[in-house]
Every structure is written in structure tokens, then in C-alpha cells.
């Protein structure tokens, strides 16, 4: 068994930086949503080990390109996310950078009053102020009118330039913001036409898959749909929300795979996970085998529990959710229900405990 991926956990909805990292990852990933052409998929026999065989590895490409589907179609709504906040952000910052020129403009005002005031002052010395008083007391009087005109001169400039400073982070937060925006905006329209292709290459594959699919003959779909049990207990021993989450995968055993389903009738693989746990109490899952099997933190097989999930295949394309024994419940395949079945550990490469 290859080693196991380190994983993070991510509380509630998925947060998502609009880095311009997270982008340049999410455009190079859609580079790769190519599936086989149905046009080169050759003439397969109704019956036999070949036609289960083949059908399987079809199966297997449409569900590399359904996940691959899955996780595009979900960046594409972070950066939803992410332009509706820089849009927001861009709007406050603006709103904060006319405020702070205003109170520059009135600091301004007053900085300019004050300094014409202390010209004037700036006649009155402390000599002069001496010889023209005509007693100590008003000597004193005119010294502190002085100092006090210096002080609020020094408050007013210093005002002043607090002022020019706000004013210039804000429209510095404004333009940053908006550039933001703009970037957000170009990127989300850009995975949007990629996804609209992608979704028309997934669905010609899997029409390949239904093709073939219809072409078994009884015995062998089968051969297709053998192994698994439909029956496998519900009442797991265990408390808390991974358990509860496994509990509520095996009360849809029998529920029909569909690709892209995600209850609660029809599921697939990563549909099933993300449902189960969003009724178990954790909402936000990504619908995505490979972003799942990323949550959490890994476990070995020794340490494995019911609600841990199972991930297969590099890069990871499959995923259920363990439910003791050496068994796990998951979506298998086109044509095929939810069940529990066997643990492949041949093809697993990640084990993970999210809740």
C-alpha cells in the first residue's frame, strides 16, 4: 500500500483563499479534464470476462472525469466566493477612503487656521510679552495663550498626517480590492467555459459506459454487479458525528449509483460521503473524492473506525466510508447501488478521519 497523504481538517464550508496560487492550480487541473473519445472506443462483446473487464475500465475513466468534474465545479464556486467578497471589500474600502478624505480635508482646515494664528502669535516673545504687560499675572496669561496656540498647532498637524495616512491605506485597500475583483471575475468566467466543455467530454464518456452497460448479456452484468451485500447492519457501535455520518450511508444501501448524484435517492462515490456527513451534522463537504480524502488527518489500517474514509486509485478517484471488518460502504459504479463491500487494500491510497 503506497503511504499516507497528510491531511487537514476544514471545518464547515470549505474556505478557499482567492491566492493566485489556488487559481493557477485550478486552471492547470482543468488542462487535464480530456477524457478517451467515444469515437475510439471499440467494439466490445456482450458477454464474457472481456466485456466486465472493459466495461469496468471505462467505468474507471468516467470516474476520473466525473471527480475531476466534481472538484473544477467546486473552485469554480469558491471564486464565486471570492468575487463577491472583493467586490464587497472594494466597496467598503471605498466608502472608508471618501470618509478619511474628508477628515483630511477638515483637519486641513484647521491646521491652516492655526498656523495663521501662530504667525500672528510668533510677534508676541516672550521679551515682548514681558515689557507690555502691565502686571506678572498678565505676563502669564499671555505665555500660556502661546504655548497652548503651539500645542494645538502640534495636534492639528499631527491629526493631519494621521489623516492623509488613513486616507491613503484606504484607497490603497480600494484599489487592491477591486484588482481582486477584477481577477476573481476573469477567472471564474474562464473555469466556467472550461467546465461547460469538460461536462459535455464527461457526458459522451459516460454515454460510452451506458452503451456498453446495456450490451451485457445477464450473465454477465452479472459477473459486473457481483460481490457486496445490500443488508449490512445499520446500528454501528460508536458515537459521534463520522459514526453517525456511516450510520446514514448504510440506511441508503440499495439507493442506485448516478453520476454526479448526491442524494438523497441516487449517489456516487464522493455524492454519498458528502450527503451522508451533511446529514450527520458537517456541512461543506467538498463533492469531491480527492478534496475529502484531503480533510482530516490520516490513519493507519490498524487504527481504522467506522466512519473513517476510504480512498482508491492515484490520483484518488474513489472514496466510501468504513464500516468495521475490513468492509466499507460506498457508490460503486454505474449501474450499480450503494453497498458494502470488501475493502480493495491493493488500490487504496489514503485513509482519513474527518469528524
Known amino acids: 500500500m503506497s503511504s499516507q497523504q497528510s491531511h487537514r481538517l476544514e471545518s464547515g464550508v470549505l474556505t478557499r483563499t482567492a491566492s493566485a496560487t489556488m487559481t493557477a492550480a485550478t486552471v492547470g487541473l482543468l488542462a487535464t479534464l480530456t477524457p478517451v473519445p467515444a469515437a475510439a472506443d471499440p467494439a466490445v462483446p456482450g458477454d464474457g470476462p472481456t466485456a466486465v473487464q472493459q466495461l469496468a475500465e471505462l467505468n474507471r475513466q468516467a470516474e476520473v472525469l466525473t471527480e475531476k468534474w466534481h472538484y473544477a465545479r467546486d473552485q469554480l464556486n469558491v471564486r464565486r466566493g471570492d468575487l463577491d467578497r472583493a467586490r464587497a471589500d472594494a466597496s467598503a474600502a471605498t466608502a472608508a477612503a471618501g470618509r478619511a478624505r474628508e477628515i483630511q480635508s477638515q483637519y486641513r482646515v484647521q491646521v491652516d487656521r492655526l498656523t495663521n494664528a501662530s504667525f500672528q502669535g510668533a510677534r508676541l516673545s516672550q521679551l515682548s510679552a514681558l515689557l507690555v504687560s502691565d502686571s506678572p499675572q498678565d505676563f502669564l496669561d499671555q505665555m500660556s495663550a502661546l504655548d497652548m496656540l503651539a500645542v494645538d498647532n502640534k ?62 448479456t445477464r450473465q454477465a452484468r452479472a459477473t459486473y454487479l457481483s460481490g457486496g451485500t445490500i443488508h449490512f447492519p445499520v446500528n454501528l457501535a460508536g458515537t459521534g458525528i463520522a459514526v453517525h455520518a456511516a450510520r446514514i450511508a448504510l440506511s441508503k444501501q440499495g439507493s442506485s449509483y448516478v453520476w454526479g448524484g448526491d442524494g438523497p435517492i441516487t449517489f456516487d462515490c464522493s455524492g454519498l ?59 460503486p459504479q454505474s449501474g450499480d447501488v450503494v453497498k458494502v463491500v470488501p475493502v480493495p487494500w491493493s488500490q487504496v491510497t489514503a485513509m482519513s478521519r474527518i469528524a
Open 273 to 331: 460521503v458528502k450527503w451522508a456527513f451533511e446529514q450527520a451534522g458537517l456541512p461543506g463537504l467538498p463533492h469531491s473524492a480527492e478534496e475529502q480524502a484531503r480533510m482530516g488527518r490520516s490513519v493507519s489500517q490498524s487504527e481504522l473506525q467506522p466512519g473513517d474514509l476510504i480512498a482508491l486509485y492515484s490520483p484518488i478517484s474513489h472514496i466510501g466510508i468504513y464500516v468495521g471488518s475490513g468492509l466499507y460502504v460506498n457508490a
Open 155 to 216: 495636534q492639528a498637524m499631527d491629526r493631519l498626517t494621521g489623516a492623509v495616512v488613513q486616507a491613503q491605506q484606504a484607497e490603497r485597500a480600494a484599489n487592491d480590492a477591486a484588482t481582486r475583483a477584477g481577477q476573481a471575475e476573469q477567472d471564474a468566467a474562464r473555469i466556467e467555459g472550461d467546465l461547460t466543455r469538460a461536462r459535455a467530454e464527461m457526458d459522451q464518456q459516460i454515454q460510452v459506459v451506458t452503451k456498453r452497460l446495456a450490451e451485457l
